[in-house]
């Protein structure tokens, strides 16, 4: 199994992978406006791993944070779709990073 390629998918969506009823991982665009597309996974014996719930309206939550570890560098939750800004996480402008 493969993430889709860039022609599968659309660059702003949150695609949550599956083999079945297995949840595999999770891919979207980083919010901070790097560019870079996160793959996390869902494998609860793979370390890291996170968590995705989907609420009535089909929102994802995604636990733990995800901190980037790339020139970006921002931390952040996805609570019911929606990017929560951990404190000093949200960069204030990628180019000076660079």
Do not use: Y
């Not at 889709?4 to 969506?13: A, C, F, L």
């Not at 297995?22 to 793979?46: D, Y």
């Not at 951990?86 to 180019?95: F, Y």
């Amino acid at each position: 199994m493969r993430l889709p390629s860039h022609g599968q998918r659309d660059d702003e969506e949150f695609i949550l992978v599956r083999d079945g009823s297995v949840s595999k991982w999770v891919t979207f665009r980083c919010p901070g406006g790097c560019g870079e597309r996160i793959a996390l996974s869902l494998n609860p014996n793979q370390r890291p791993r996170w968590k995705v719930t989907l609420d009535w309206w089909r929102r994802p939550t995604v636990s733990p944070s995800v901190h980037q570890r790339n020139i970006c560098g921002c931390h952040f939750w996805i609570r019911k779709g929606k990017v929560d800004w951990c404190k000093g996480g949200r960069p204030s402008n990628i180019s000076e990073r660079s």
